[in-house]
């Protein structure tokens, strides 16, 4: 190939094979259900690199007469094949996939499994057997995975309540990133009882539930307000890190400035740098009434100074609430 590109007296036009089942794929899906005689040659390609998940689609737009072969995929040696099915199966709708589905999420491949919760959260009305297998999952050792299924079980509202224990243990989880998607499934589960369980949380004698319930608590804004006297309690928590979660949370609540801002203004004298830049961040949702924090703002911007992130974010924390010292500050 590489010398017939460079000569130039003949016009040789070869096509490579993708690009012809390409070709074949795009036309079976403009036939839809007329195509379905091609269903087990499609079905072939489901483990190709390349045009697997594009022959799933095929077989999505022939429709209901794919399921058979899906489900048989669902059982091929390759991965690839497996996953692509678990996918689509959930967009047929096709009730008895869901036996099928469920033996999928416990495939040895994590996207598959994957794969197979997503497609099971389109069947709520099967929630009775679907449920109690997804929180089965939630034990599953892929983090990933575990915060995909935590996503699918708010998809059966309160037919999931039982895994309200499970989901509070994920927030337990060093991982912030699945902590806040546990918090976030628990919120959309029960809003209040999560918000009372995360508050009272904030007395645990276990410094790990007071780190995470402290930065779960950001995420309900302004609704979070019943949670703020707690917070303010925490900003004093021998730990480090619950005191700078306690302002982080506090900042993104936003409300009661006559309470939050002094207890704020005292963590500004903490000898920890980043607690006491987080502090100052954190008095930025209270404009002005946090005047009196701008020399140490000054200070700090001077502290961090190798360090831009902190700075930008201590200088757009000066901007809220003093926007004419940062103007001079920005002059020199």
Known sequence: MDLLERQRWIDFQFRPDFLKRGDA??????LGPDGKAAIPDV??????????QMAAYTLFKIGSNSVPALKDALTNRNERARSHAAGMLGGLHDSGSVSNLLIALKDPDVHTRI??????????EQANVIVPALIDSLDDPDDVFRGNVARVLTKFGAEAKPAI?????????????????????LMELDFEGTLAAFTNNLESADVNVRRTSAWALMLFKAEGRPAIPFLVKCLKDP???VRENAAVALRE?????????????????????????????????????????????????EENKDNELTVQGLYNALVNIDPDAAAKLAGK
Do not use: C, Y
């Open 25 to 30: 794929l795009q036309g079976l899906m403009v």
């Open 43 to 52: 079905a072939n390609l489901l483990g190709l690199g390349g045009e697997g």
């Open 115 to 124: 794969m197979a919760a997503q497609a099971l959260r389109r069947f709520p």
């Open 165 to 185: 224990p499970k989901l509070q243990k994920m927030v337990e989880s060093a991982d912030s990133h699945e902590s806040t998607t546990a918090a976030k499934a």
């Open 239 to 241: 730990d480090t890190k």
């Open 253 to 301: 609540i936003g409300e009661e400035p006559d309470l939050v801002v002094p207890a704020l203004m005292e963590n500004l004298t903490d000898p920890d740098l980043e607690l006491r830049s987080i502090t100052a961040i954190a008095l930025s949702s209270f404009g002005e009434r946090a005047k009196p924090a701008v020399p140490a703002i000054l200070k700090l911007i």
